[in-house]
């Protein structure tokens, strides 16, 4: 499944939710444990969310670590957490 696929099948719209579907995609699509800022800001690239200052995405990733959707793993890498959304087996499910 493309990236721009996703985003649309699970209705991310504004920048806070196609980050945080990049990181669900990224773990759950593509089966990585874990990822880098860098990483999960590249997923941007191709979206309508492309061009949105860096200053916009650093303030959406900070939302993401405090609500607890993403987790710091240390030496600069990033997981999933339970709380993410976008999770294909709960859209699967229904839930």
């Not at 493309?2 to 209705?11: A, K, L, P, Q």
């Not at 773990?27 to 990822?35: H, K, S, T």
């Amino acid at each position: 499944t493309d990236f721009n696929d996703y985003i649309e099948t699970v209705g991310a719209q504004n920048l806070g939710e196609v980050l945080e579907a990049a990181a669900s995609y990224m773990a759950f699509i593509e089966g990585q444990d874990a990822f880098s800022r860098p990483q999960l800001m590249s997923k941007l690239q191709g979206t309508d969310h492309a061009a949105t200052s860096r200053e916009d995405r650093l303030r959406s990733f900070g939302q993401l670590l405090r609500a607890g959707k993403i987790r710091k793993l240390g030496g600069g890498q990033f997981e999933a957490s339970e709380q993410i959304a976008y999770r294909p087996e709960k859209r699967a499910s229904g839930g």
